[in-house]
């Protein structure tokens, strides 16, 4: 090696122990250090570091003689540490939260001494729009073995199509069996939302048992979604009707329909799942308002989505499906594939001529 460069390398030794007797209230290495330091610099220059009185003074610091006041002390803590977590709170503990709060804590652990993440949840259980929605009929149009939390799908479907109650029980057990809802504050609502400029940092106002409090965070993720917040329509004399009312996503389920008139008002995705189920109560007369045509596209059949045929519209999954599915994880996941797969081949019917040429 060149001299200049075994000196340039002699010198770093002697680096760490002057940026210490210079007055710096803390080491450019932890304590203990500067031995190892030494090795390597006599490995990488081939030469030995000449032993300075920095040198000296810090090595008789390290056996022990601390007789010189003045011999410089490494301060073992690390020069460089993270003194405040990145604070990010997360509105709502449906899905969407659930599955940030995985991604956390699991698919990046190291994410834990970085982060501090709170999650305000203005209902007293997880869920969502499963937790929320509960009239009758309630199902998803979303094959049950691929409507799932990525990181934990359940082999134990009863039905290619599941109702929202076996949806929600799912989504309780899994949180649980992961301890998801560690970081979770329940019945607490997030109440406003307001950028700090000067702090360049979020004030999240939030309610719980009736009292609201500010808290501040770096990062906020809306994972409320848009399906548990509803409100009744604006139509006149509707607040006046002395009849029994009911939401869709606050059901009364003490309610009997049989031998009434029922007005179902609405057609969108709850109207025409509550509509037959009333209709299908004993003496009822059922009479459906809406403002304007539905445009609804077929439920994907299963038997296509399986190559199978006859199997009807919403098939039963046998014992021994769950079983194959439970013992057989790859089997599972490849039949979860093939219905994503077979699933998004059906976007091709709203690709117009413009989009394949634009590919």
């Not at 998803?140 to 929202?164: L, Q």
């Not at 059922?286 to 304007?292: K, L, Y």
Request: glycine fraction near 8%; aromatic fraction near 10%; proline fraction near 6%.
């Amino acid at each position: 090696m060149e001299p200049q460069r075994q000196e340039y390398f002699a010198g770093i030794s002697d680096g760490v122990v002057i940026d210490g007797r210079n007055g710096s209230d803390r080491g450019f290495l932890p304590n203990g250090h500067s031995h190892a330091l030494t090795k390597a610099v006599r490995v990488v220059s081939g030469t030995l570091p000449p032993m300075t009185n920095g040198t000296k003074m810090a090595q008789r610091d390290m056996d022990g003689d601390s007789s010189d006041e003045h011999a410089p002390r490494l301060n073992p803590k690390p020069a460089y540490s993270v003194l405040q977590k990145l604070r990010t709170i997360t509105i709502g503990a449906g899905f969407s939260g659930m599955i940030f709060a995985h991604k956390l804590r699991y698919e990046h652990p190291e994410m834990e001494q970085i982060v501090d993440n709170t999650i305000y949840e203005a209902r007293s259980e997880v869920g969502g729009t499963w937790l929320v929605n509960t009239y009758p009929g309630v199902q998803c149009d979303v094959p049950s073995h691929i409507y799932a939390f990525p990181f934990d799908p359940s082999p134990d479907w009863d039905r290619f199509y599941s109702t929202g109650p076996q949806i929600q029980e799912y989504i309780v057990r899994t949180v649980k069996k992961w301890d998801l809802d560690r970081d979770v504050q329940f019945n607490t609502r997030v109440v406003g939302l307001y950028w700090q400029e000067e702090l360049s940092q979020w004030k999240v106002t939030v309610e719980h048992d009736g009292k609201q409090h500010d808290e501040y965070a770096d990062v906020v993720i809306s994972g409320q979604g848009f399906l548990n917040t509803w409100q009744w329509p604006r139509i006149p004399g509707l607040q006046e009707f002395e009849g029994h009312k009911i939401h869709s996503a606050a059901w009364d389920h003490s309610f009997d329909p049989t031998n009434k008139q029922i007005a179902v008002i609405g057609n969108g995705s709850s109207g025409v799942q509550i509509l037959p189920q009333m209709a299908k109560a004993e003496g009822t007369q059922v009479i459906s308002f809406q403002r304007g045509p539905t445009w609804i596209v077929s439920r994907m059949d299963p038997g296509k989505l399986l190559g199978k045929s006859n199997i009807g519209s919403n098939p039963v999954y046998t014992e021994e499906d769950k079983r194959k599915f439970r013992l057989d994880r790859e089997s599972h996941h490849q039949y979860r594939r093939k219905l994503i797969h077979n699933i998004n081949k059906a976007f091709r019917m709203v690709c117009t001529r413009e989009t394949h040429a634009s590919r």
